[in-house]
């Protein structure tokens, strides 16, 4: 009995601690869960105008919905490649989409004959010397020095040479500078394996998708015919990369459809909704919204300027931040001292780098208008003449300096990360420091770096009281186009919006921004995860 | 002036003003260039068909506009017309900041070009222009019926007398019950909703309500968002709170303005009753521009006369907004003084 | 040679012959591997780390100021005791050392070193690939290769068949008694079957840092003169 006794016997107690532990566990989850959910939700419904649709309307679209997605994670179940691909091929678009809202504010701001001039007179010239140097050990070297010189020669000759770009159509600039290259890129790579039909079809097919998309599309204002080109290369360029890599390892492509599969069941839902009869959504999230400015009528109002302003800050903001970041996590990490008096300064600063991302934004805006904004001056003497208040370069630097603590320890992180084994490796092969970190520790940190930047990207675009504080406009009706233009962002439109006198700014016009805003958030944090998952299997 | 459309003998209801916005507007335009006292004045003609020519597309340049969220909607018309009837060119960066808050921040030090105000300036505000350099030139845009409001379910509260909307707000009189201002009322405490200190509608309640400026009692909730004050409001059966007159018109039935009795009876905020005077909490709304900026900046004049003939126009601002239109009369002189300061 | 105060060696005295192997061993914490880490500086690495005495390559004293740690180590090359491949390609990572010295990069030389690590059979046709997709024992060949492509003098081996299983074990030293033929190894080792197995000298380091015994691996193995690696060698020490 005894022996028995002893199999049996259980702390009944400790059991039931356990269990309720589990269900408090479960039950923070499912708050938080829920509470983004419903959060989500509320905005989806209020931004797609789902208030004005009949339920039936609903029902259908929902089901049409329901039923494409099912169908394809059904189908995607059964075997691991579609499923694999249908993942990919979805992440690859939210990446491309992503990299197209870039690419287009970046052309709004430099002008097609900027870039024309600047892809002309060095881009291209440094690619063909790169494919066309056959040597390793030259081509980089050459490939540098053509690309510094050609872009001396574009800024000194840029007058003339965007005069004469200026000549032609926006969209035939980017055909000849990007649509084309591209091509040549794309039949070098395929030739080879693919043989020459194949190769020259999807390059010929390339350039008359190039020549096709900007004539047969409508361009709706502000879009032109051009930016629509850009926006789509960009669009369906990672999905482009996936597709031949996949056909190249001879695996099936498809379940690259899927994403196609599942919005399509949605588009065949709208229709076969509208043509019932029943009340159909009205969507204040449309493409008049994300193409007009703020008007004082909710129907008339859009939150396009501030999408632009978001985007323009942001890649200056990076462009800012990155390299001070990168520069500073690997001088502490790497080189900065560890022991003496010296590594106790560098200990104080590195506490005060992790106190720092801990300070309220708006301490960071107080800061920006007090010395970005309008400058420092040491009695006659003026140390930094000041950006001005509201301007893109001052939101830039001021988030800039804002997301630099993360940026710093998450660089940090990743560098800390490198196995200490590959070090050893490195310099047991009589490699220098430098050489070690070239080649060794930077490739392998980079994807961690990248990930953290782009992370703290989705932060700053959320970012509202430190723009406030340095004075930029809730409204503006054009985009900026230059550093020193005056500019707004999204959240702050979307706060104006809150505080509106007319009932229908305060809940549809209202969700669709902030709906905007949280997919604009989510898409940037999608491509950190993408370039993280992508490091992981590579490791 | 005289061939000017707008009817304004009393506010009539709605319906007989559904005139075209840009009509009344370029037509207005048109006629102040016709009267010659601009050479180049820009013609607002889009939708009039009046064969006018078009010539302010050389027109450019950045006007700076801060200040108070009541008079935001007013700036974003006049801005958003000016750019579809004279000219895209012109940027105007648009900020709510509050009257003072405008004033602090930006106006003061020289960063914006207007800034909109709910209250008029202070003689103090007025002194740190100076220092700076430049004269603030005010123009009267709008009026505004400031409307007390209670809760829907409120059911013994329908008019109020100045002096009891003093009692309530004052900070001497310790008074937190309903039953303190009247005794016939509930014995149950009020729950406060206004403007933050940075807003000119609090600078106006203090001065008007409770008699000195800034003055107030400090337990209620302050905030630069309307809305935030109706939801208040909407959400207790015993709140009260004040909120610009558009908010409430453009609201009907989230809450319930009080009458008002100024001593001449009860009045019932409404544009009518603000425009004729017989409401006591009508008000001004302002703005303000730099004299130095407007000499400089020819597309800060130009798109100045579009304001102030836009600030008469009876859609836009009474329909759309909410608020009480300029007279003609009005519209003349705050067109002269214009003038005068230009040159 | 010291970490901080802490005396790591004691008066290690010794003569490492020209292609032969080498094998160091001893029992955990005797400092075997810290003293293969003085032979090509690595210890430079350890901030707190001291040396006193000389170590002479071809005649010159490794330690002299003279002396850059970093063309010492392209003379003396090293392998680990855990694979620790880059993440790169196969190519590259056998490459890595004539990039890293400025060095023509070509196919063949990458070819010779797969050759000599004996891995050129298995990875042939896809040396574009991850050198982290091979298993643990190529991973270890591959880094021989990549130590041996720019053709050192001296294979510095520490522990390095200690993390793999008996099968991939047994072709590092089938290999390693290859590589003596043109290089000199020298191999730390705590497992005294292999020192017996490949080495031609051994050399018996017991706690404390002393070096204890240093002869022909025959005469280590079956006629030790001193008793303490008597017993060690049979198993009744360490």
Redesign the interface.
């Known amino acids: 009995m005894a022996t028995v006794d002893r199999l049996t016997f259980t702390n009944g107690l400790s059991k039931l601690k356990g269990a309720a532990f589990r269900l408090v566990c479960l039950g923070a989850t499912a708050v938080g869960v829920l509470a983004l959910a419903a959060l989500l939700l509320t905005v989806t419904w209020g931004a797609l105008g789902f208030d004005a649709a009949h339920p039936v309307w609903i029902l259908v679209v929902l089901t049409a919905t329901g039923l494409s997605t099912g169908g394809v994670v059904t189908y995607a179940r059964r075997d691991e490649t579609v499923k694999l691909a249908a993942i990919s091929s979805t992440a690859a678009l939210i990446g491309g989409a992503v990299l197209g809202v870039f690419a287009v504010v970046f052309q709004l701001i430099v002008t097609p004959s900027v870039w024309a001039a600047y892809a002309g007179g060095a881009l291209l010239p440094a690619l063909v010397t790169a494919l066309v140097i056959p040597n390793r050990r030259y081509r980089l070297p050459a490939t540098a020095a053509v690309l510094v010189g050609g872009g001396v020669v574009a800024t000194v000759a840029l007058d003339t040479l965007t005069e004469l770009a200026g000549a032609a159509d926006p969209w035939l600039l980017y055909l000849l500078t990007i649509v084309v290259p591209l091509a040549v890129l794309v039949w070098t790579r395929v030739e080879p394996t693919a043989g020459r039909r194949r190769a020259g079809l999807l390059a010929g097919g390339l350039v008359l998708a190039g020549v096709a998309v900007p004539l047969l599309t409508p361009a709706p204002d502000p879009l032109t015919p051009g930016l629509v080109l850009v926006f789509g290369l960009a669009l369906f360029s990672p999905l482009g990369v996936l597709a031949w890599r996949r056909f190249r390892n001879g695996q099936s492509n498809v379940g690259l459809a899927a994403p196609l599969v599942i919005v399509g069941g949605a588009v065949v839902g709208v229709v076969i909704a509208n043509a019932t009869g029943f009340a159909a959504a009205d969507p204040w999230l449309d493409w008049q919204f994300l193409t007009s400015p703020h008007s004082r009528l909710p129907e008339d109002a859009g939150l396009y300027p501030a999408v632009v302003g978001s985007f323009f800050i942001m890649m200056v903001m990076a462009a800012f931040a990155f390299p001070v970041s990168v520069g500073a996590a690997i001088y502490l990490e790497e080189y900065a001292p560890s022991t003496g008096w010296r590594g106790r300064i560098v200990q104080l600063i590195q506490v005060n780098i992790a106190n720092l991302a801990g300070v309220p934004s708006v301490v960071y805006g107080l800061l920006g208008l007090a010395i970005i904004a309008r400058g420092v001056s040491l009695g006659p003497f003026a140390l930094w003449p000041g950006t001005g208040t509201g301007v893109v370069t001052t939101a830039a630097f001021t988030l800039g300096l804002l997301i630099m603590p993360i940026t710093i320890i998450s660089a940090q992180e990743a560098i800390r990360a490198v196995p200490d084994a590959h070090r050893r490796a490195s310099y047991a092969m009589g490699a220098s420091d430098w050489h070690t970190l070239r080649n060794v520790v930077l490739p392998e940190a980079l994807p961690g770096i990248l990930t953290g930047t782009i992370l703290s990207l989705g932060r700053a675009i959320g970012e509202t009281a430190p723009l406030i504080m340095i004075g930029a406009a809730t409204t503006v009706y054009s985009p900026p186009t230059s550093l020193n233009d005056s500019v707004s962002a999204m959240p702050m439109q979307i706060y104006a919006w809150a505080g509106e006198f007319i009932a229908d700014f305060r809940t549809g016009v209202l969700s669709a921004g902030v709906l905007t805003l949280l997919l604009a958030m989510l898409a940037i944090n999608a491509v950190a995860i993408l370039v993280r998952n992508r490091y992981e299997r590579n490791q | 002036m005289s061939q000017d459309p707008h009817d304004r003998s009393g506010l009539p209801s709605r319906r007989n003003f559904l005139v075209s916005s840009s009509v009344v507007a370029a037509t207005a335009l048109a006629g102040c260039s016709g009267n010659g006292d601009d050479g180049d004045a820009g013609d607002g003609d889009t939708t009039s068909g009046d064969g006018g020519t078009t010539s302010a597309d050389e027109l450019s340049g950045t006007i700076r506009i801060s200040g108070s969220s009541t008079v935001y909607p007013v700036q974003v018309a006049a801005t958003e017309e000016f750019r579809a009837d004279v000219s895209d060119d012109v940027e105007f960066p648009i900020s709510r900041d509050g009257s003072t808050g405008g004033f602090e921040k930006f106006f003061l030090k020289g960063d914006s070009d207007i800034n909109g105000s709910s209250r008029p300036i202070l003689e103090e505000e007025v002194e740190r222009a100076r220092d700076q350099g430049f004269e603030p030139i005010e123009f009267q845009v709008a009026g505004d019926a400031l409307t007390a409001a209670v809760n829907n379910d409120n059911d013994w509260a329908e008019c109020i007398t100045i002096e009891e909307l003093s009692r309530i707000w004052s900070p001497d009189a310790e008074n937190e019950l309903w039953s303190d201002i009247r005794s016939e009322w509930p014995d149950e405490p009020f729950d406060l909703y206004g403007a933050a200190t940075t807003s000119g509608t609090f600078d106006y309640w203090t001065r008007e309500v409770v008699g000195e400026l800034r003055v107030i009692r400090d337990d209620f909730e302050g905030t630069e968002e309307d809305d935030l004050i109706a939801r208040g409001i909407s959400d207790n059966q015993y709140a009260h709170g004040y909120l610009p007159y558009a908010y409430y018109d453009n609201n009907p039935g989230s809450i319930k303005a009080l009458e008002i009795d100024g001593g001449e009876g009860c009045t019932e905020p409404s544009l009518t009753a603000a425009s004729d005077g017989t409401y006591p909490l009508a008000r001004p709304i302002f703005i303000y521009v730099n004299s130095n900026r407007l000499q400089e900046k020819e597309e800060l004049q130009e798109f100045l006369r579009y304001y102030i003939e836009l600030t008469g126009n009876q859609q836009i601002i009474a329909e759309e907004i909410g608020y009480v239109p300029m007279s003609d009369q009005e519209i003349q002189d705050n067109l002269n003084k214009l003038e005068e300061t230009i040159e | 040679m010291w970490y901080g105060d802490d005396r790591a060696l004691h008066d290690v005295d010794m003569d490492i012959p020209e292609h032969r192997v080498t094998a160091i061993i001893g029992p955990s914490g005797c400092g075997k591997s810290t003293f293969l880490r003085c032979l ?1 500086r ?1 210890n430079d ?1 350890v ?1 707190s780390a001291r040396i006193e005495g000389a170590v002479r390559f071809d005649g010159t004293d490794i330690y002299d100021d003279a002396v850059d740690p ?5 003379q003396i ?2 392998v ?1 005791q ?1 694979p ?5 390609s196969i190519y590259d990572n056998v490459a ?2 004539l ?3 400025d060095e ?2 070509d196919d063949d030389v990458v070819e010779t070193a797969l050759r000599r690590a004996a891995l050129w059979e298995e990875v042939e046709g896809q040396l574009d690939t ?1 050198a ?1 997709e091979l298993s643990g024992g190529q991973q270890q060949r591959l ?1 021989i290769a ?2 041996i492509a ?1 053709d050192p003098d001296v294979i510095l081996m520490d522990e390095p068949a200690s993390a793999l299983d008996p099968v991939a074990t047994a072709k590092i030293e089938d290999l390693i008694e290859e590589l003596a033929e043109e290089y000199t190894v020298v191999i730390v080792t705590h497992n005294m079957q292999q020192a017996a197995r490949i080495s031609d000298i051994t050399a018996v380091f017991l706690t404390g840092g002393n070096l204890v015994e240093i002869d022909r691996t025959e005469t280590v193995f079956k006629n030790p003169a001193h008793e303490r690696v008597e017993e060690y060698i049979t198993g009744q020490f360490g």
């Open positions: 090509n690595m690495m901030e970093i063309a010492l180590r392209r090359g090293m680990f855990h620790n491949p880059f993440p790169k890595y050392g990039r890293v010295q023509p990069v991850s982290l880094c990549r130590a720019v």
